[in-house]
Nanobody, 125 residues
Framework: QLQASGGGLVQAGSSLRLSCAVSVRTLSDYAMGWFRQAPGKEREFVAGLSRRGTDTAYAGAVEGRFTVFRDNTKKTLHLQMNGLKPDDTAVYYC????????????????????WGQGTLVTVSS
């Protein structure tokens, strides 16, 4: 199971950190990712993390502002979001995939097996 949290209402330029608690035995068995869905739009890729935990991929719209990482001890996936913009407003979902490449992040939603319930991020201008 995946439980996402950390969303909220913030002003443009602010930061938020999303968390996703992952109920698995070993995080390194899973590739992980963050996706988002804005009102009236399709779900889109945001960030991906390889099984190894050190290889990342980002959507162009968030590159340089968002950072994906995990805490192995707490079995938690994070998304640090800086310089938030109104266009970042969406429900954010975490997801896991296994089996997965060891050193390559996955980026397509249809590759992921399990999904969290989503956490809403609203950025006001």
């Amino acid at each position: 199971q995946l439980q996402a949290s950390g969303g909220g209402l913030v002003q443009a330029g602010s930061s938020l950190r999303l968390s996703c608690a992952v109920s698995v035995r070993t995080l390194s068995d899973y590739a992980m990712g963050w996706f988002r869905q804005a009102p009236g739009k399709e779900r889109e890729f945001v960030a991906g993390l390889s099984r190894r935990g050190t290889d990342t991929a980002y959507a162009g719209a968030v590159e340089g502002r968002f950072t994906v990482f995990r805490d192995n001890t707490k079995k938690t996936l994070h998304l640090q979001m800086n310089g938030l913009k109104p266009d970042d407003t969406a429900v954010y979902y975490c997801a896991t995939k296994s089996p997965a490449y060891w050193a390559t992040p996955h980026t397509r939603a249809n590759e992921f097996d399990y999904w969290g319930q989503g956490t809403l991020v609203t950025v006001s201008s």
